[in-house]
């Protein structure tokens, strides 16, 4: 008989948090957890005390031996742990407010993982995951962490490359929604089809096949996106934009919902510029979403997850992290899409970089199904964005200016030159309190 598990997740008082408890609770004839730590800081206090109120009254209410435990105090939590899951904001949301809306102040797109947006994201981010992974190699060594902090391949490789840890394993929800979609279309159960995914976090096409070995992909392309299509709502928080018919059909893969910023990027500006002028910005619309899911877990009879909280846009993750704790523990094998090191699966980016591809999960954790090559369309595109994702890495971990400014310069989401870095430098200022690295290291310079 294995022992009891202990899991530590970080960003405990998240409004997603009730799906975590409600994944660990299905699995719990395979994965036998005895304790739960839930983490958060001081400013997340009051909603890690709801949250962990709700998430006893869902173990109780499932009868399963398991203690949930709440703290502000990180190392507490990490000791011995087996598993690590990863789901917090730095700068709350407030800063993803930011993101968006001084972007969009100077005609760009303002997006929580893309653009001006999501680096700054990773730099705010980067940091305080590198600072768990030496938590722990001292406390834990020999657990696994699971991330779906976003972004989550940037951090994933810097947890790689940076921390210097392994075990490592990043997820995103948005391949679970594409394969349901396609699934849909085909009228076909999902485990009858085989869904070939590879490229990097956001950024990501992939095929589809059936039980045969038949190409179904061009099915799926006509099915979603030939004229009078209806485009499909994956994740809630991209609007259901339709993409070019004919550039997808040249394709010949399935793009990823977020290539709409790249693909439709005059359309996707002008949807965010009238949204964040009418209803606010995605940021202010999830904060208003996440008062009411508060209010809702407040409720000392509520004991399960509610439906509501499928329209906060992270639908999936955190069941998803479940089952991939699940396969390592029980060396499953399943098949999922994950973030994890390149190893060759792709060709066209470095070998040791973070790719977002299926890969089987087992005890010794993901092992990406060979890629090959990316014909030029995708090609170009994905190593460009592995180019940005390096830089922001690296200027996230050093805190250069420069570096940054050249990440900027390299974002297609960006326009180069002097309004790349007013942008920068007005992020920047915007959030000091939590990029030290930048501001020491300027306070260096001008010495």
């Known amino acids: 008989m294995k022992k009891g598990l202990k899991i530590a997740t970080i960003g405990g008082g998240s409004s997603y948090t009730p799906e975590l408890v409600e994944g660990f609770i ?74 968006e809306s001084i972007p969009l102040k100077h005609g760009m797109i303002g997006q929580e993982t893309n653009g001006a947006g999501g680096m700054f994201k990773a730099f705010r981010t980067i940091p305080v995951i590198l600072s768990i992974v030496e938590d722990m190699k001292e406390l834990c060594p020999n657990a696994w962490l699971i991330n779906f902090t976003n972004p989550a391949g940037m951090v994933t490789e810097a947890v790689l490359r940076y921390g210097q840890w392994d075990k490592v394993i990043g997820l995103c929800n948005v391949p679970i929604g594409a394969i349901k979609s396609a699934s849909a279309v085909l009228d076909k159960p999902e485990d009858e089809l085989f869904f070939k995914f590879a490229g990097i976090n956001h950024l990501h096409w992939h095929k589809v096949y059936d039980k045969t070995g038949a190409e179904l992909t061009e099915q799926v392309i006509e099915g979603l996106y030939a004229p009078g299509a209806k485009p499909e709502k994956v994740v809630e928080n991209i609007k259901n934009m339709r993409f070019l018919y004919d550039q997808v059909r040249q394709l010949k893969m399935l793009p990823c919902p977020y290539h709409r910023y790249y693909y439709m990027t005059d359309n996707m ?64 094998g399943t098949l999922m899409v994950v973030s994890t090191r390149n190893n060759g699966a792709i060709d ?100």
């Open 269 to 332: 500006l002008k949807e965010e510029l009238e949204e964040a002028k009418n209803e606010g910005t995605r940021g202010q619309v999830v904060k208003r979403l996440e008062e009411s899911l508060f209010e809702l877990y407040k409720d000392p009879n509520l004991d399960y997850k509610p439906e509501e909280l499928s329209k906060r846009g992270g639908a999936h993750y955190s069941d998803a992290a479940c089952e991939i704790i699940n396969s390592i523990y029980n060396n499953k």
């Open 26 to 99: 299905k699995r719990y004839a395979e994965l036998p957890i005895r304790e739960l730590w839930l983490v958060d800081i001081e400013a997340g206090r009051e909603k890690l005390e709801i949250v962990g109120a709700m998430a006893k009254r869902m173990v109780k209410a499932a009868g399963i031996d398991c203690e949930v435990h709440l703290t502000l105090d990180r190392r507490e939590a990490l000791v011995d742990a087996d598993f690590v899951t990863t789901q917090f904001r730095v700068g709350l949301l407030e800063a993803r407010i930011k993101d």
């Open 348 to 447: 066209d980016v470095p070998y040791d970089s973070a790719i977002e591809i299926t890969s089987v999960i087992r005890a010794h954790g993901a092992e990406p199904v060979n890629f090959g090559k990316f014909p030029p369309a995708q090609r170009g595109l994905l190593q460009v964005m592995k180019a940005m994702e390096e830089l922001t890495i690296e200027a996230a971990v050093t805190g250069d200016y420069a570096t940054a400014l050249q990440a900027f310069t390299l974002n297609p989401l960006v326009p180069s030159g002097d309004i790349a870095q007013t942008v920068l430098d007005e992020l920047l200022e915007a959030h000091k309190e939590h990029l030290p690295q930048f501001f020491a290291h300027k306070a260096k310079a001008t010495v």
